[in-house]
């Protein structure tokens, strides 16, 4: 996938803001996979969603510093104690700054 383009500016990768959006597949739904994630990233102090796809797979959407975003992906490479992670999509975007907090949303029906 690819990542965001690099600033030229002055701010430090600590600092600056990426989106990532992700999708888990493998044992991932019936585990709390999406609330244990959304725990995950409120204590980063990320902004965000999850949610169940109906294929099987969770997806998110994760809005911080660039660091606190890359220690989200590394716990959803494993997740909750009941999860079976098979693979995780990354895909780097621009952060749009539309949502605050961290959500947990409905179940999507792709």
Request: charged fraction near 30%; hydrophobic fraction near 40%; proline fraction near 5%.
């Amino acid at each position: 996938m690819e990542e965001p383009a690099r600033s030229s500016d002055r701010t430090t990768g600590a600092e600056r803001r990426v989106r990532a959006h992700l999708r888990v597949a493998g044992r991932v739904q019936g585990v709390a996979f999406r609330a244990s994630a959304a725990a995950e990233a409120r204590r980063s102090r990320l902004n965000g969603w999850v949610r169940n796809v109906r294929d099987g797979t969770v997806e998110a959407v994760a809005e911080g510093p660039r660091p606190a975003v890359e220690a989200f992906i590394a716990w959803c490479r494993h997740g909750p104690s009941g999860a079976r992670v098979e693979a995780v999509e990354v895909a780097w975007g621009t952060p749009t700054g539309e949502h605050r907090g961290f959500e947990v949303r409905p179940d999507a029906g792709t």
